[in-house]
């Protein structure tokens, strides 16, 4: 069977409408430095005949200057080159009513962010909350936003490209895609719990398990989408619904909160709601010793 694990950019000219795609051009935003964040493609393509913002991986592309970024990986520079062309999305329908706002598009092929020793003292941190950021800001202000894992969806990276979108979808595991937190060996080493327990775990447990099923159990997935030839309709059905319930102030319905209630709704997150009850009621209690300080 096909796979797109590492081809991010055959799954842009499978998506979007022939001979569309304008690669680092946002509106009237245009790098032109080409060494810089190769492993983040950005750029416009249309969607159905709109425009839309393309951001995605390029697991083939390495950076120089990071010897650790390659393979997917989401670095310093990736992370502020998607933020960027997120940011100049924004700008360029600022004026634009809800229902014309272009939609955002993030193919996702990550195994993670992986920084260096360099990465961490410049602030790799920073890139990425910046790229997180401007996803959530686009989310509310109004872009319909979409990502589609058609590899790997792994740690911090897809953290910050993909969570933070209005609408998750995902290609099944016969495609190779793998979603989690991180490995099981990593999760031993940290929890100090031994391998063959987690291992058993992941058998039954939808929060140690890695694929895109356990994944949609949880509700980070809307829609699993059957195969290669449906992306792109699976796609503008998206776009189309999420611009409804933005139109009917559903917000709520969206982005990470309604993921957390398409979790309860499928059993994956049964705990919850009564985590967040008990949270606001311990707040509550001392609330005002704390606003009117």
Request: with cysteine; glycine share 10%; proline share 4%.
């Amino acid at each position: 069977m096909e796979t797109l694990v590492g081809r991010g950019r055959d799954a842009i000219e499978m998506i979007f409408d022939a001979g569309s795609f304008q690669e680092n051009k946002v509106d009237d935003f245009c790098i032109t430095d080409a060494e810089f964040g190769p492993g983040a493609v950005i750029g416009t393509a249309a969607l159905n005949g709109e425009p839309a913002t393309v951001i995605a991986n390029d697991a083939m592309a390495f950076n120089e200057k990071f010897p650790v970024v390659f393979a997917g990986v989401i670095g310093l520079e990736e992370a502020y080159k998607m933020a960027q062309a997120v940011y100049h999305t924004i700008r360029a329908d600022q004026d634009k009513p809800l229902g014309q706002k272009r939609p955002i598009v993030l193919i996702v092929d990550t195994p993670g962010n992986g920084p260096g020793k360099t990465e961490e003292i410049f602030g790799m941190n920073k890139a990425t909350g910046a790229y997180q950021l401007a996803l959530a800001e686009a989310r509310k202000t109004g872009h319909p936003i979409v990502a589609l894992v058609v590899g790997r969806a792994i740690s911090g990276a897809f953290l910050c490209h993909g969570l933070q979108a209005d609408h998750i979808l995902s290609l099944p595991k016969e495609y190779e895609t793998v979603i989690h937190v991180m490995p099981l060996t990593s999760i031993a080493i940290i929890t100090k719990q031994d391998i063959e327990r987690l291992e058993k775990l992941s058998e039954s447990n939808p929060v140690f398990a890695s694929g895109a099923e356990f994944f949609y159990r949880l509700g980070g997935l809307e829609e699993i989408v059957a195969d290669i030839e449906k992306m792109r309709d699976t796609i503008i059905a998206h776009v189309k619904e999420i611009r409804k319930l933005k139109a009917a102030g559903q917000d709520e319905k969206l982005g990470p909160w309604g993921r957390g209630l398409l979790g309860e709704d499928r059993g994956g997150r049964m705990a919850r709601g009564k985590v967040i009850d008990l949270i606001k009621n311990e707040f509550d209690e001392v609330a005002e010793r704390y606003i009117n300080a």
